[in-house]
């Protein structure tokens, strides 16, 4: 096994262990088989072990990954600010944003509930947000690539939602 990959590795001493689980659950059948009640009692209380084990990894997880969560924690929204009013079916959008500084779009919508997805110059979506009546979405970003960047549409929005698309530079 001259330079064998980590995965090899892994995945045989994985299939090691399984061959010898499967060696003793069948080892476990030459004996005469327990009672009921013995069985049961067992049962329950390997239940109630995993359980518990399943309930702490749980907790432990939570708490790891917690203070790693966006929500709850107020936005950078230091920049420029432009404003972004989605209507049936167009946007209204800057013209020009500046690259490599801090912009934070500010984006409503006038009648129904709309999504503004950012699409870079190659094509992909690179940070979305909801258009919503009556409310203001703040997306900060900052743009690194100059170029056309093309807004979309992502929440269903009538019938004519898949022609709902606009754009603006980046300079």
């Known amino acids: 096994m001259n330079g064998a990959s980590p995965v090899l590795i892994g995945f045989l001493v994985a299939a090691a262990a399984i ?3 499967m060696a003793a659950v069948a080892r476990t059948t030459i004996e005469p088989p327990e009672t009921q009640a013995a069985v049961t009692s067992t049962g329950y209380r390997l239940r109630k072990g995993w359980l518990w084990a399943l309930g702490a990894a749980a907790v432990v997880a939570l708490a790891i990954s917690l ?3 966006p929500y709850g924690k107020p936005a950078t929204l230091a920049g ?3 404003t972004v009013i ?3 079916y167009s946007f209204e959008l800057p013209q020009a944003v500046p690259a490599g ?3 934070v779009f500010d984006v409503t919508s006038k009648d ?3 999504g503004f ?3 870079d110059p190659r094509g992909r979506l690179i940070a979305q947000v909801q258009a919503m009546p009556d409310y203001v979405n703040h997306l900060p ?3 690194g690539v100059k170029g056309h960047y093309l807004v979309r549409c992502l929440e269903y929005c009538g019938i004519a939602h898949a022609g709902m698309q606009g754009a603006f530079e980046v300079r």
């Open 101 to 103: 500084t801090s912009v």
């Open 19 to 21: 061959l010898v689980v």
């Open 86 to 88: 989605a209507s049936q």
């Open 117 to 119: 997805g950012i699409y």
């Open 80 to 82: 420029k600010h432009f």
């Open 141 to 143: 970003l900052r743009f």
């Open 67 to 69: 203070p790693s969560f």
């Open 112 to 114: 129904v509930n709309h």
